[in-house]
Nanobody
Framework: QLQLEESGGGLVQPGGSLTLSCVIS????????VGWFRQAPGKEREGVSC????????YQIDSVKGRFTISRDIAKNTVYLQMSNLKPEDSATYYC??????????????????????WGRGTQVTVSS
């Protein structure tokens, strides 16, 4: 099974940028999906951006479109989330997750937590002046 480890979080001012990394241990297969999810205090976890390994199809929620980009480095077995023009409402713990993906990447981002197979421990992102 895959193991995921996130890094790259931190404190950034509004309008700033961060790039999160998810290093994946294990063999990523064509049928995997990998995504970024976030949870702010007092709020439910939400899918932010997801990627299909088989065809690199990506999906982002409306609130981050044009600001966040998910990508994958095959050689490094790493999935990135490039975040720009960050807003205070982006503050949350960001998690990387994987699943055997038999549906769309949009559906993956909408899955409840218990349907995703593997999770990292998360990395904190705080957007504040």
């Amino acid at each position: 099974q895959l193991q995921l480890e996130e890094s790259g979080g931190g404190l950034v001012q509004p309008g700033g940028s961060l790039t999160l990394s998810c290093v994946i241990s294990g063999v990523i297969e064509e049928y995997h999906g990998v995504g970024w999810f976030r949870q702010a205090p007092g709020k439910e976890r939400e899918g932010v951006s997801c990627l299909s390994v088989s065809n690199n199809t990506t999906y982002q929620i409306d609130s981050v479109k044009g600001r966040f980009t998910i990508s994958r480095d095959i050689a490094k077995n790493t999935v990135y989330l490039q975040m720009s023009n960050l807003k205070p409402e982006d503050s949350a713990t960001y998690y990387c997750a994987s699943v055997v993906l038999w549906t769309t990447v949009e559906s993956m981002c909408e899955m409840p937590s218990y349907e995703l197979d593997q999770w990292g421990r998360g990395t904190q992102v705080t957007v504040s002046s």
